[in-house]
């Protein structure tokens, strides 16, 4: 079934035999493509359709198709080839009752995108700043958002984003370089700005200085769109960011956000919930035109810790929107689950100098959790970092079940050990970007091929956890955004 929109535009609802074929009905509106698109019934006949191409969104593909006819030269119900709208179904879960758009965009050029999930959610519109690799887009495109804008000045991240998502969705470059005018009309602004100034592992010197400060370009740039700012902004950062200079920078930046129009709320949580990994992480959703006022009688829970409801209650002046939320769900995996399953002979594994290397870091505690691990008639997993205790490189084992949370490399530093031991052997390996991939909860077909190892994983451990984003989406942004959305989303 397709509903017409405008002239440059189709919608196209999506049946149980469309899922079942593999096909896109375009039946009745023919009109909507030239003339010669339409060929012989079979690709080997001489006369095929001059081909028209489609811009697969989500995808960073662009395929050539035409439309065939019958024996009589009716044309047919859909278009010619299936293996790459399977392709397209598959990367974007599509199912009965879901509606497609197929949008045009040139003389013979098309973009098709998903535009609601079961036809009734729309396509909400975001922009992604600080996107990285783009992992607050794989989490929101799963929740009813098209991510229409991305800006990042790291072209190694922005490598693996356009291997994985459309290139020409990304900006590269600073943000303090962006005008208003770069950035398309939305219903969401998302940054995850730096963290090196605000994290306790940084300087800690603030958010007015170092690459931190590029919170102020957001803060410009929404500034300039004047009439055209999100309803809804999401920030995330550090935990470190509450306690930046004994809290003046996050209330400086809260009242930055509520100068601009934006009541605020914020929460944290930890990955931890989701998947295992320990990284916890301090949210702030800003609503647009919304009155807000002081927190009355906010009592500390599992998303908002005592120390930050002492905040929120110690600033009265900011203009508050503290909402209700949902407890955090109880996690099921454990870190056995994301670990690839290396042959002992791969080359990953660190030979027997590096692995008795890695033993004499363990501390006397630590070394006697090893050795119990080893004498297991069972294999169980460890991770470890290398910290400097006392003038010394140690290495710290943990195994709870989780990894330690994921950190940027830089020189060789921060990567994450994985201890493997049980049956009387031991082995020893740095994690693979895929671990640190599904640590971060990103599904396998999430491209890294081909990527430097240092470079996948500094991609990787700046990222944002993907569970975590969509349950803010499911239980947040989406019900604040289907009210807000009706004047900004394009026909």
Excluded at 37 to 45: E, L, Y
Excluded at 62 to 69: L, S
Excluded at 305 to 324: G, K, S, T, Y
Aim: with cysteine; charged share 20%.
């Amino acid at each position: 079934m397709i509903q017409a929109g405008n002239a440059d535009r189709l919608l196209i609802q999506v049946t149980a035999g469309n899922v079942r074929n593999h096909h896109i009905s375009i039946a009745g509106h023919y009109s909507f493509f030239p003339r010669d698109v339409f060929g012989q019934p079979r690709r080997s006949d001489p006369k095929t359709g001059k081909p028209i191409s489609i811009a697969l969104a989500g995808l960073d593909r662009t395929i050539e198709t035409d439309i065939g006819t019958d024996a009589d030269g009716k044309p047919r119900r859909q278009f010619r080839r299936r293996a790459w709208v399977r392709e397209f179904f598959q990367h974007h879960h599509v199912k009965p009752g879901d509606q497609l758009e197929l949008r045009r965009t040139g003389d013979r050029c098309y973009c098709l995108s998903l535009a609601t999930r079961n036809g009734s959610t729309p396509r909400f519109r975001a922009a992604e700043f600080f996107a990285g690799i783009g992992l607050v887009r794989l989490a929101l495109e799963k929740h009813g958002f098209e991510v229409v804008f991305a800006n990042d000045i790291d072209p190694d991240k922005h490598e693996m984003y356009a291997a994985n998502f459309p290139a020409g969705d990304f900006s590269l470059g600073d943000i303090h370089r962006l005008t208003a005018q770069d950035i398309p009309d939305i219903d969401l602004a998302t940054a995850s700005f730096p963290c090196n100034d605000l994290s306790i592992a940084g300087a800690m010197n603030g958010i007015h200085a170092g690459q931190s400060s590029a919170f102020w370009g957001l803060v410009r740039l929404l500034d300039h769109m004047g009439g055209r700012r999100p309803p809804l902004l999401l920030l995330e950062n550090v935990p470190g960011f509450l306690m930046s200079h004994d809290g003046r920078d996050f209330h400086a930046a809260l009242h930055a956000l509520n100068e601009l129009g934006y009541a605020c709320d914020t929460f944290m949580l930890d990955a931890a919930a989701f998947v295992p990994q320990s990284r916890l992480r301090l949210f702030v959703v800003g609503q647009l035109h919304e009155p807000g006022g002081p927190a009355f009688g906010l009592e500390p829970s599992a998303i908002r810790p005592a120390a930050l409801v002492r905040f929120i209650h110690a600033h009265a002046d900011i203009r508050w929107n503290i909402r209700p939320l949902a407890t955090p769900p109880v996690r099921r995996a454990d870190l056995e689950s994301i670990i690839e399953d290396l042959p002992a002979n791969d080359p990953a594994w660190w030979n027997k100098e590096r692995t008795n290397y890695f033993m004499a870091q363990l501390s006397d505690r630590h070394a006697a959790v090893a050795r119990k691990m080893i004498r297991q008639p069972f294999v169980s997993y460890g991770t470890a970092f290398r910290r400097v205790r006392h003038g010394r490189s140690m290495a710290e084992l943990r195994t709870d079940g989780l990894a330690g949370c994921l950190r940027t490399p830089r020189g060789g530093s921060g990567r994450q050990i994985l201890f493997k031991a049980g049956n009387g052997r031991r082995q020893v390996r740095l994690l693979t970007a895929r671990e640190c991939a599904r640590l971060q909860g990103v599904p396998d077909d999430y491209r890294i091929g081909g990527i430097p190892l240092n470079q996948a994983l500094f991609g990787f451990g700046d990222a944002v956890c993907v569970p975590v984003i969509s349950w803010i989406a499911e239980h947040y942004l989406n019900p604040l955004a289907a009210p807000a959305n009706s004047s900004t989303i394009s026909s």
